[in-house]
């Protein structure tokens, strides 16, 4: 198994309270991501990393910021947490785009309830 | 953008029958992956294809560029079989990873 950890795999706040989740990575993958989960929906893409200080938009990325100081660690803020942010989050990483062969490896997930 | 369908969304079988699990798409892709998903679980990958078929124990995964499909089947399906199993595209020099299908509900009774 690649070694992608996500902290903390659980947890609920509050409505307006700021929350960062984790991903750090075993593996020297100069791409990772976050995906958020939810009923009746695909994966969907918030923001991706594509090396250290280098990071762009997803496709649902409003109310979330990230930053990537070292190449293992990715986090995922959500600056004001609202209840359309409950969802499960998935981290994934990989080592190129360019290569047909490149494999995805995918975190646990945290489940985040906004109350 | 591409969109990805699978189909069926929920699928219901007796152990020991023959499952297909169907995923389209719109855009030219360098890369599909097929991944497994187990209730209040992590997501593994199963396959990565860019041509042809790929066989793993019980499970074969095909991809018809041409037509823009893939299939995943099961032989001899066991309740262990039981998860989402999700279709998901890279496109052609995507950096912004993965487009995913919405997930196939697979539940094998014994």
């Known amino acids: 198994d690649a070694g992608i950890t996500q902290s903390p795999r659980h947890k609920v706040t509050e409505t307006g309270t700021p929350v960062t989740l984790r991903c750090h990575q075993t593996?020297?993958?100069?791409?990772m991501y976050w995906y958020r989960q939810d009923p009746g929906h695909g994966l969907r893409l918030i923001h991706y990393?594509?090396?250290?200080?280098?990071?762009d938009k997803g496709e649902v990325s409003d109310g979330y910021s990230v930053s990537r100081s070292k190449t293992e660690d990715f986090l995922l803020t959500l600056e004001s947490a609202t209840s359309s942010q409950t969802s499960v989050y998935f981290c994934?990483?990989?080592?190129?785009?360019?290569?047909?062969?490149?494999?995805?490896?995918f975190g646990q997930g945290t489940r985040l309830t906004v109350v | 953008k591409n969109e990805v369908e699978q189909s069926p969304q929920n699928l219901t079988a007796q152990e020991g029958e023959f499952i297909t699990i169907n995923c389209s798409y719109s855009?030219?892709?360098?890369?599909l992956h097929w991944l497994q998903q187990h209730p209040g679980g992590g997501i593994v990958s199963l396959f990565m294809?860019?041509?042809g078929k790929k066989k793993h124990g019980r499970l074969i995964a095909t991809i018809n560029i041409q037509e823009k499909h893939s299939s995943l089947h099961i032989t001899a399906s066991h309740p262990r079989d039981s998860a989402v199993y999700i279709c998901?595209?890279?496109?052609?020099?995507?950096?912004?990873?993965?487009?995913f299908g919405k997930g196939t509900h697979l539940i094998i009774q014994p």
């Open positions: 294809l860019s041509s």
């Open positions: 994934a990483i990989s080592e190129s785009t360019l290569r047909r062969d490149t494999e995805a490896f």
């Open positions: 593996e020297n993958h100069r791409y």
């Open positions: 855009v030219g892709i360098s890369a």
């Open positions: 998901a595209v890279r496109s052609e020099g995507g950096a912004d990873g993965l487009t």
């Open positions: 990393s594509y090396g250290v200080k280098d990071t």
